[in-house]
């Protein structure tokens, strides 16, 4: 197999393992699990409308995520070019994580209700999204590195 079809078929393994994780996954915990859901006496709070504002944002960036792990993936090793779509993809990476934190996805009320006994607690999942940043922070360090490696001393693959 030559290079040029290795490449593209791994550009798209690369989008549609993004797709599944960054949007079918969301999309089914959502729409299926968390909407509208008393789970044995516990209501969750989750809203249609809270649960499509929190989808639309996800499925947009991961769109845009899948899309570019496409170019980085299918880009060849050790090019300037899957330097520069790993960085991009890393900025789109922390941007879809942080929609996460806006969204309300975070944010989970939870209410108790057994009869006569009623009780209510308040999930925050804020503190997870600020080490994956840190992270995704790393990761940026070591893309940069990667790009001026690739411009300092280019050792690319025929395409």
């Not at 090793?77 to 520069?84: D, E, I, L, W």
Request: net charge neutral; no cysteine; hydrophobic share 50%.
């Amino acid at each position: 197999m030559d290079t040029k079809t290795k490449n593209l078929l791994r550009g798209f393994g690369a989008a549609l393992s993004n797709v599944i994780i960054k949007i079918l996954i969301p999309m089914y915990i959502f729409r299926s699990v968390l909407q509208d859901t008393t789970i044995m006496e516990v209501d969750l709070g989750f809203t249609k409308a809270k649960v499509d504002i929190i989808l639309f944002w996800l499925i947009a960036m991961g769109s845009i995520s899948a899309s570019l792990s496409f170019s980085k993936a299918s880009s060849p090793k050790h090019s300037t070019r899957k330097a520069v779509f790993d960085i991009i993809l890393i900025l789109s990476n922390a941007f879809y994580l942080y929609l996460y934190r806006f969204s309300g996805a975070l944010d989970i009320a939870v209410a108790l209700d057994f009869g006569g006994a009623t009780g209510m607690f308040y999930l925050n999942f804020e503190n997870m999204v600020y080490i994956s940043m840190g992270v995704i922070t790393l990761n940026l360090i070591i893309g940069l590195y990667d790009f001026i490696i690739s411009y300092a001393a280019p050792i690319e693959e025929e395409l």
